[in-house]
């Protein structure tokens, strides 16, 4: 709370890096101070940023706040099916097969091996199933044991870091 204060003392603006969803915050309703608590440690800013209208009028209520859009063109991301089909055919993935994918760095944060045990259990219902795992770091040895103890290695494709 004091580096939010002392920010709106100094006319600095903070951009808090992540936050959670708002659907899913989990003391919402729960704990009916924790949204006005939230948004208290905020209000003083001078220059309220969000990324969102619904994430404004639930941080900043009626204070005005700016839209930072999303950094990201993501119209290069549209679903086409003749992608789809050209990397399912590049990795060997028939169309009929159930693909869970996950990108990101092999770390702590993403919690790889919960990632993975949820497949497995995912692959012990629907065994015309795959996993597809984008990225690399530091703890790619342990999720290439974490798919070994779950059985799970003939279903799981690791295809590393990827430019698009």
Known sequence: ?????????????IIPAHTNQIP??????KWPSAKPAHGAVLR?????????????EWLFGNKQYQ???????????HYDVSVRQQIRQLLGISDSTFLV???GKFMDAKNHPFVIAVFAEIHRLIPDSKLLLVGDGPLRGMVETAVKNLH???CVILI???SH
């Open 67 to 77: 839209i930072l859009r999303n950094a990201i063109k993501v119209s290069c991301f």
């Open 24 to 29: 899913a915050f989990p003391l919402a309703g």
């Open 152 to 154: 799970v290695e003939d």
């Open 1 to 13: 709370m004091y580096t939010f204060k002392g920010a709106s003392q100094c006319n600095t603006i």
């Open 160 to 162: 590393g870091l990827r």
């Open 44 to 56: 003083p800013l001078p220059k309220s940023r969000t990324c969102s209208d619904a994430a404004g």
């Open 101 to 103: 994918g996950h990108v």
